[in-house]
């Protein structure tokens, strides 16, 4: 189905199924142990040797020489995969080759082999043995450091901007704001590791493994090994967290096929979790640079937005600029972005890449802009939306409801109760403050194919090879095919997941529900179409309802429909141009109070609000879990979440869950979600939109904002650990 014409009205817009808190269908599977993850699959794949990844001791040079003997005696080995005896491994999309090192080096904890054996316990141990000597070399890493060898990447997907006299306008602007801010590499620290098992028969291959892009992985993974893709399955059914993580192919997918290969048993391999953070992606650092201008007025007439971060030779920049593109009205504008090579762990996607590190930035700049002007800092946003694309005035936003968002949380939040001037509210030993910002996170649609079928018991069966990585995609692709079929949910399977599944649109980068389930409409369109068919209906005339088909006065029961055999329906739904002609995003408003001890500066977060913006809720109960997980990773964006690079050996040195900090139960207060009550028929035929990452961005500096307003302290380098406080808090009263 191509969807190239705004969506009318559609059997969704029944909402009996489709808008409702319904819990998750994959709930109990999960809550009692019984849903298998990657590294469980004990009885699809029984006997399975264990491998164990032995990560790279330098950042960057040569592996000298590798002494295999004393663990290749060692009890239960049965093989160890090393550069020497892989093979040549081929490129995907991204460097898979790079998975496994040898003889270069290019990032510390680079994998340079894989020990299989008998047990777990035996490969790790066997691992220790060993015996791998570097030629070590000069390598660059750190960003500051980096930052004047930067230069314009290649293939960036956003070029730099320029819209007429930024730095004219900027100059003659009465009222100027010109800040750096930083924000530091993350980790994506996901609760489940990136682990795979893999099982050869004959020349093709099975991959149990976790992974949000099933299709992009499996062809990946084919290139890599150089075998056509489809002599290549993936399966990766329950997913425990991703974030951006697992898009890819890692080190462990492609070392347990090798392994596999090697050992000529199934392997399964689980990255350990102190390797993770430097053998896998993060997000990168970025150093970031705001000028605002504006009137006396409060109207920006000048807004400019440079980048910096860095990668290995060949990577990719951080797109931090990306919302200030789109976000404020300004006639005069500028964005660049710069990468510097730098040797250490891949950068890559991390929950809102681009927007989550550039409203960290953009929006504590629009809160020092608006104390310049004297403006209220929610007025002054309000005061500078803009209804089109800034860059492309005759480009109009799908919907674009920014300014109830800000003005709906103000009024929630109470904040007419804040104070203006910073440091004055004092409870106790707290100082206290609100801060706010703007939420902004593009809005992306991808083609999306699913099968759906009708048996004779007249259950209704989805399969697409979409991924639910925590995210309910189960639940709201249940819920679509039920509406779509006039069937309750329980009526429904829904099988994902699974290369041998039509292609979805995968889960990334918040298109995930609204493409894939928009997927599944399109398939549940041609199965009522071939029901009506089968039973001599006009497809027109047809309506479903409580497991019946009806037209005219007749009316047949969907297993009679389906009696004499199973009815199989499978399309995509494919985009025109319609995100061409109009610029789809989401919009939100994030509230925050912080407590900040007076003298400790410790920083409490006291209470948080989101209002969301984001075309049809499919399900609010999971929609607002998503905004929470979202608003506690952006506190942790905020005040914790830091790796900390070493920049003599060129590694994160807080490589585990115990020194790369996380917030816990204890850190989060109650966590308000307020959905606009919106739906976007631009979007697709689910009139939906993503709201996974819309809900962090922004997070930060709503905390950082907050900060400032009950201290008076302005800190513009993340995560605001009280260290950054304390020499600057006022005098005690
Ligand atoms: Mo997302 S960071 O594209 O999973």
């Known amino acids: 189905m191509k969807f190239d014409t705004p969506a009318t009205t559609n059997p969704i817009d029944q909402l009996k199924v489709v808008g409702k808190p319904t819990d998750r269908i994959d709930g109990p599977l999960k809550t009692t142990g019984r849903a298998r993850y990657a590294y469980e699959h004990h009885d699809e794949v029984p006997g399975a040797a264990y491998g164990f990844v032995v990560g790279s001791g330098i950042a960057k040079g040569r592996i000298a020489s590798m002494d295999l003997s004393a663990a290749r005696a060692a009890p239960g080995v049965l093989a160890i995969v090393t550069a020497d005896n892989a093979g040549t491994l081929g490129k995907g999309n991204f460097n898979t080759a790079k998975l496994l090192a040898g003889p270069g080096v290019d990032h510390y904890h680079q994998a340079v082999a894989l020990v299989v054996a008998e047990s777990f316990e035996q490969a790790r ?24 060898t930067a230069s314009v990447p290649r293939g960036s997907r956003i070029p730099d901007t320029r819209v007429g006299d930024f730095a004219g306008s900027f100059a003659a602007a009465p009222v100027q704001l010109d800040a750096s801010y930083s924000t530091p590499d993350q980790a994506h620290a996901m609760m489940e590791p990136h682990a795979s098992i893999a099982a050869w028969e004959g020349d093709r291959l099975t991959v149990w493994t976790s992974n949000q892009m099933i299709d992009w992985s499996t062809g990946d993974l084919a290139k890599t090994l150089g075998i056509p893709k489809s002599q290549v399955r993936l399966v990766s059914r329950f997913i425990g967290g991703g974030f951006g993580g697992k898009l890819f192919v890692r080190a462990d997918v492609v070392l347990a096929a090798l392994g596999a290969r090697a050992a000529g048993r199934p392997v399964k391999v689980a990255l350990a979790r102190p390797l993770m953070f430097n053998n896998t992606v993060h997000r990168p650092a970025t150093l970031q640079r705001i000028r605002i201008g504006a009137g006396r007025d409060g109207r920006i007439t000048a807004i400019g937005h440079e980048s910096w971060s860095g990668d290995l030779p060949g990577g990719k920049p951080e797109m931090a600029v990306a919302q200030t593109r789109l976000l404020y009205a300004g006639a005069h504008r ?21 927007e989550a590190p550039g409203m960290m930035a953009l929006e504590i700049a629009m809160d020092e802009m608006a104390e310049k002007l004297g403006l209220d800092p929610v007025e002054f946003r309000v005061l500078n939306d803009t209804q089109v694309d800034p860059e492309k005035p005759e480009r109009a936003f799908s919907q674009r409801r920014l300014v109830e968002c800000l003005r709906l949380g103000a009024e929630r939040f109470g904040w007419n109760r804040r104070e203006a001037q910073p440091g004055r509210v004092r409870e106790g ?10 939420a902004f996170r593009n809005n992306q649609v991808t083609k999306s194919a699913a099968r759906v079928r009708l048996d004779r018991r007249g259950i209704v069966t989805v399969e697409t090879d979409m991924t639910d990585i925590g995210t309910g995609s189960y639940t709201i692709i249940a819920q679509t095919a039920a509406e779509m079929m006039g069937v309750p949910l329980e009526r ?7 290369s041998s599944f039509p292609v979805s649109a995968g889960s990334g980068g918040q298109w995930g529900a609204n493409s894939s389930t928009a997927g599944v409409y399109a398939a549940c369109v041609k199965l009522r179409e071939a029901i009506a068919q089968k ?3 006009a497809p027109g005339d047809a309506s479903f309802s409580d497991g019946m088909v009806r037209a005219g006065n007749r009316s047949v029961s969907l297993a009679e429909a389906a009696r004499s055999g199973e009815l199989v329906a499978e399309d995509a739904i494919e985009f025109g141009d319609l995100g061409k002609k109009y610029q789809q995003s989401t919009f939100g408003a994030h509230f925050v109070e912080v407590g900040v001890d007076a003298l400790t500066g410790e920083i409490r977060v006291r209470r948080m609000l989101a209002v969301c913006a984001a075309g049809r809720i499919l399900n609010p109960k999971s929609a607002r879990s998503q905004v929470i997980g979202a608003m506690t990773m952006g506190v942790g964006a905020a005040l914790m979440e830091e790796l900390a690079v070493d920049k003599r050996r060129g590694f994160f040195v807080n490589h585990d869950l115990a020194g790369y900090e996380v917030p816990v139960h204890a850190d989060i207060p109650h966590q308000e979600v307020v959905f606009l009550d919106e739906t976007d028929p631009i979007s697709s035929p689910m009139k939906a939109k993503g709201v996974g990452e819309l809900g962090i961005c922004g997070v930060g500096a709503a905390v950082a904002n907050a900060i400032y307003n009950a201290t008076g302290v302005r800190v513009r ?12 808090l006022p005098a005690s009263a």
């Open 535 to 537: 039973l001599g209906l």
């Open 429 to 438: 030993r707290w100082l206290v403050g609100m801060g706010a910002a703007a």
């Open 334 to 354: 500028l964005t660049a972005t710069r990468l510097a090579v730098l040797d250490m762990s891949e950068g890559n996607a991390m929950r809102a890449p681009g």
């Open 125 to 148: 141990a066997a691992a220790q043995l060993l015996r791998v000597e570097y030629a070590a070399s000069p390598g660059v890493f750190d960003l500051a450091g980096a930052k004047d």
């Open 717 to 728: 380098d993340y995560p605001i650990t009280l260290d950054k406080l304390l020499e600057r």
């Open 492 to 498: 429904v399977v829904v099988r994902l997941g699974d």
